[in-house]
């Protein structure tokens, strides 16, 4: 066991270490970063969307929005899609469980804001009916992803994290998705970044 956990240290290293040297994904960091600061300021909001443990990271990063991160500010305006679970049943039966995010998606979102789908394979269903109805809406779209992107990478920019592993590309997303709050509510309240 000592060296099974020294071993997903390493790995979980090694792929923050290509993470933190990818200047082209920095790039894409900080356009994202202008994206929603810009939604926030025209009153738009951030939208976010996944499956599993990438549902569980669209909540969290919603809340880092919608409550705080790096320090006690108002409130900013974020949503994770389907976690109102009488829509989620609704939606799925109704129309079929592809259309879960998309419908609510059509319902809120406007093109004053952004939407940041998250899979880790890239090739959810799902998450490509709801970018699809984004694109539809002018709603601008960057995904999290991991290597290669899978279809999400052919219908929009994608953060992709350095790895085929469903646990250290979640462990990327989650990184990412501080970062971009970070920055997000840094320059929003014109605070300076530590």
């Known amino acids: 066991m000592k060296t099974a956990i020294q071993n997903d240290f390493q790995s979980a290293l090694a792929v923050h270490q290509l993470l933190a040297g990818d200047e082209a994904l920095h790039a894409q960091l900080e356009e ?29 990063l919603a809340a880092e929005f ?3 991160l ?6 900013l305006p974020s949503i ?7 829509s989620l049943s609704a939606i799925g039966n109704d129309y079929g469980y592809d259309q879960i995010f998309a419908r609510e998606l059509r319902a809120l979102a406007g093109a004053d804001d ?5 899979t880790t394979s890239g090739n959810s269903y799902n998450i490509l009916a709801a970018v699809a109805v984004a694109q539809e ?27 085929s592993r469903t646990e250290r ?9 501080h970062i971009l709050c970070g920055l ?9 970044t530590p």
């Open 114 to 118: 952004v939407f940041i789908p998250i």
């Open 184 to 192: 997000v509510e840094h320059a929003y309240f014109k605070r300076e």
């Open 137 to 163: 809406l002018a709603v601008r779209t960057m995904g999290f992803t991991g290597e290669g992107g899978g279809k999400l990478a052919v219908v929009c920019p994608c953060l992709q994290a350095p790895s």
């Open 80 to 86: 994770a899609l389907a976690t109102n679970s009488s």
């Open 169 to 177: 590309i979640q462990e990327c997303h989650i990184l990412l998705g």
């Open 66 to 68: 919608v409550s705080r």
């Open 32 to 60: 994202l970063a202008g994206w929603c600061l810009n939604a926030l300021r025209r009153g738009g909001k951030i939208f976010f969307a996944g499956n599993g443990g990438s549902f569980a990271d669209a909540q969290h």
């Open 70 to 75: 790096q320090f006690d500010r108002a409130p």
